[in-house]
């Protein structure tokens, strides 16, 4: 009697194609599951196939037809009107932006400046505006009190006095002007960037929309285990290999046994 013969080891190849084949399948039947239509009183989003690519596997060699998805938004009436409404503006906003911008070659070119004779006009000219009044008031009333005094218009009295009333309130004219610098200054540059700080509005309310893209449903396919497969196959049947194995040779021990016990107890004829 012969002992059965070891197995042969399953091909790698055929294992892997067939784990990867049923790998694909399943992540292509997922990805197909997962791709449901969204309908909402804003819109709506559909899924359709727009084509496919080819998958080599290049330990196997095969080939795999993988399906591609586009995701399709599409927005109600009400909400398509208002994003044109939108759009529109946005346009109109950085057209504007883009026409107002042209002068700002010429305009920057020339350097900030803010110096002692732009401070003396813009101080100098805010000052007496709000205070050219009082300061006239106050010489009339102090004329009058000279006159009740009895100090007279043109005598030496009289010029001291309103000398004096002028030097006060040109003192607090100089004293304005110099306390007022940073503030001119600022007001010089808010004045310059003006023109700029329009410009970037217009450019902020234009800024393009991004859409809101759908989140990709995704499958991802899980790697073949082809060692796993393998050796676990094999061991499979090597076990079976290893089971008949020693089933026959056991047999084959009970047949030698039975054997050897059927001529230990036979009779012995020898010559007479």
Known sequence: MCSPSAPAPPDPKDTSQAQTGTSVATAIANAALGNVNQ??????VTFGQSGSHAFHDPYTGQTYNIPTYTATQTLSDAQQAIKTQNDGAQLNLATLANNQSDFLNDYMAKPFEYGVG???????????????????QSIEALTAQLANRGINIGSEAYDREMANMRESQMSTRDRFMLDS??????????????????????????????????????SSIPTTDVAGNINQNYNQKLGIWQQQNANSNALVGGLFGLAAGGLAGAPWKGKS
Do not use: K
């Open 39 to 44: 309908v909402t009183p804003d819109g709506s």
């Open 118 to 136: 732009e401070h003396e006009a813009w101080a100098g000219g805010l000052y007496d505006n709000l205070n050219s009044e009082s300061n006239a």
């Open 181 to 218: 610098y940073g503030q001119g200054m600022n007001s010089a540059m808010a004045q310059r960037n003006q023109p700029i700080n329009e410009i970037t509005a217009l450019l902020s309310g234009s800024q393009v929309s991004h859409p809101s893209f759908v989140n990709p449903n995704t």
